[in-house]
């Protein structure tokens, strides 16, 4: 049924004159009345117009001419026509249209049955094409047919040559390909369209073998040359090889068996004579007659037995011919190869996005890395400017320190007269600028080793000013109240004490911040580590990436096809193969007989 259909899909096509895919209904009308015609099936000339009764827009697709195809002519076909006048048919409308005759070496007979064989081959979607191991299945056949050897390397490079094409090609590309010559450089045209001829029979008509052999009569009992035809059925004979009159069918089934007699000059003790010289002789014995037939030497005789032994096995198992089986093998060869390149491909790609993934990943941190280091050489900077800064106000704020202690030393001494009953007070006074000056220097030493204390170390330094300023206001206070009490020297005392408190709680705060900046370096060092098992594990994964790429190889597919059964190439004996019949021949013919 598919090779009813890719030719009806050929026709079609052809009709498709503007290639916009529909056909007008008078032209599928008599597409359709031709059809039935050579199909054998009744034509109902009202069917098509019934059938797209609802559809007066124009033209038809394929996709609607299919159903009405499968419902009114398909599905009432039988096997009662004859294939061959069908597809020249169907031939003969594309031909016309598609076909270039320029610079071909064959006929239109040949290229009629390349297009056959392409209906064949072909794989089974629409547009058809034939992929490139169908193209080499029967280029090979082909070349074999001719006699000649195949080239691989010739291939090889013709299917560089397709790679723009996806491998494949259409009808019309293979008969120009063969029609050409590309690959029969050598052989004159007969020998081409011999080679087509038989690669032709074998495929489509089903011939397994064919030649001439001498068959005795039934009647007359008379051996008579004829042309033998086995197909996976029947065994046809001829008069002559045109096979323009048939003389009859051997009819085989899984039922018939054949048997093999030989005779020669010596062999005298058969119940049947030597036949006139007739040596290589061999029965094929039906249920109703046996036929005798002879070959023309043991070789020839050998092949057509094997040929008929393997009819009947395949009729035993129900299995269709050797090409028809094979054809099959390759189809499923094919798909499951490009299952498992799509589902290492799908591997593939998943593998791809999982490292791209990582990737991202990697870079992310990569920048976020950069960022905190960025961040922190920007904080390190801003400490040690904040630092300096502070430096500089430190020792404006000293040197005015110190103007104002000489300031309040001149005043001192020229009112000590008037100020004896405090100079205890001044000396406290004293001391205690001392001890504020180490505590402003051990201050100063915290700034330098830790950032994060600079608020702190800026509000103190404001106390400190603002205290100085109290510390001022007190002095001019004190020239004009020196009749204070020492209630007020007690509190004085208690803001020391409070100041000095101050400070201890800075120096905590300066520790703590100390142990936190630790911390942080042991976690930027932990982050950069993981960073490094991160960069590891990517390469590792690109190396098992690039072991697996290296390790997928495509195993392109052998040849599968059988082994044709012909005149020379493999089925052919070797001179080792003859020497050993000739001793087997030697052995029998010195046994005694044995009785019939």
Not at 251 to 266: A, P
Not at 282 to 308: H, L, R, T
Not at 532 to 542: F, R, V
Request: hydrophobic share 35%; aromatic share 8%.
């Amino acid at each position: 049924m598919d090779e009813l259909l890719k030719a009806i899909w050929h026709a079609f096509t052809a009709l498709d004159v503007d290639k916009s895919g529909k056909v007008s209904k008078s032209q599928l009308k008599v597409l359709s009345h031709n059809l039935c015609t050579v199909m054998k099936i009744p034509h109902d000339p009202v069917a098509l117009e019934e059938h797209f009764k609802d559809d007066d827009e124009g033209p038809v697709s394929n996709q609607g001419y299919m159903p009405y195809l499968n419902r009114f002519i398909l599905d009432k076909v039988q096997d009662n026509f004859d294939r061959i006048d069908f597809n020249r048919m169907c031939w003969t409308l594309c031909a016309r249209k598609n076909l270039n005759r320029n610079h071909l070496l064959i006929s239109d007979d040949d290229a009629f049955k390349i297009w056959c064989i392409f209906n064949f081959l072909s794989e089974d979607r629409y547009p058809l094409v034939m992929v490139s191991e169908e193209i080499e299945y029967f280029l090979r056949k082909l070349t074999e047919a001719m006699g000649g050897s195949w080239i691989e390397e010739k291939f090889e490079e013709y299917k560089l040559q397709l790679s723009s094409k996806h491998q494949c090609l259409n009808v019309w590309e293979l008969i120009e390909l063969v029609g050409m010559g590309h690959f029969s450089k050598g052989m004159d045209r007969q020998t081409l369209s011999m080679g087509i001829n038989e690669v032709f029979q074998e495929l489509i008509l089903d011939v397994l073998k064919q030649g001439y052999m001498m068959k005795k009569g039934h009647k007359r009992k008379n051996w008579t040359e004829r042309w033998f035809l086995l197909k996976p059925n029947l065994i046809s004979y001829y008069v002559s090889e045109d096979l323009t009159e048939k003389k009859g069918d051997i009819l085989l089934d899984g039922n018939y068996r054949f048997s093999v007699m030989i005779y020669s000059k010596c062999c005298v003790s058969f119940s049947l004579p030597d036949k006139e010289g007739k040596k290589c002789l061999f029965y094929v014995k039906c249920s109703d007659k046996s036929f005798e037939v002879s070959a023309s030497d043991k070789k020839k005789k050998q092949e057509w037995i094997q040929g008929i032994q393997t009819c009947i096995t395949l009729l035993k198992v129900g299995h269709p011919a050797p090409h028809h089986e094979a054809r099959q093998k390759r189809r499923e060869l094919r798909q499951k190869q490009q299952a498992e390149q799509e589902e290492l491909e799908l591997r593939m790609k998943e593998l791809q996005t999982a490292n791209e993934n990582k990737q991202s990943e990697l870079e992310a941190m990569r920048k976020k890395l950069e960022e905190a280091a960025a961040n922190a050489a920007e904080e390190e900077r801003r400490r040690l400017q904040t630092q300096s800064e502070l430096q500089d106000l430190y020792r404006v704020e000293m040197e005015k320190e110190k103007m104002v202690r000489q300031q309040m030393e001149e005043q001192v001494a020229q009112k000590s007269s008037e100020l004896e009953q405090y100079l205890q007070r001044v000396k406290e006074l004293e001391n205690m600028y001392h001890r504020l000056e180490e505590a402003l220097e051990e201050e100063r030493q915290a700034r330098q080793d830790e950032e994060t204390v600079r608020k702190l170390q800026a509000t103190l330094l404001e106390e400190e000013v603002s205290k100085r300023a109290e510390l001022e206001q007190i002095h001019l206070y004190q020239q004009q109240t020196i009749s204070q009490t020492q209630a007020e020297k007690q509190e004085l005392e208690r803001e020391r004490l409070a100041k000095e408190s101050a400070l201890q709680s800075a120096m905590q705060q300066l520790q703590q911040l100390e142990a936190d900046r630790w911390g942080a370096l042991e976690q930027y060092e932990e982050v950069m580590k993981k960073l490094a098992d991160a960069a590891n594990n990517t390469k590792s994964w690109k190396d098992k990436v690039a072991h697996h790429e290296g390790l997928i190889r495509l195993i392109q597919p052998g040849p599968k096809y059988p082994q044709k059964i012909t005149n020379w190439g493999p089925a052919a004996f070797t001179e080792t193969e003859l020497s050993l019949r000739e001793k087997d021949w030697q052995e029998k013919k010195n046994r005694p007989p044995t009785p019939q």
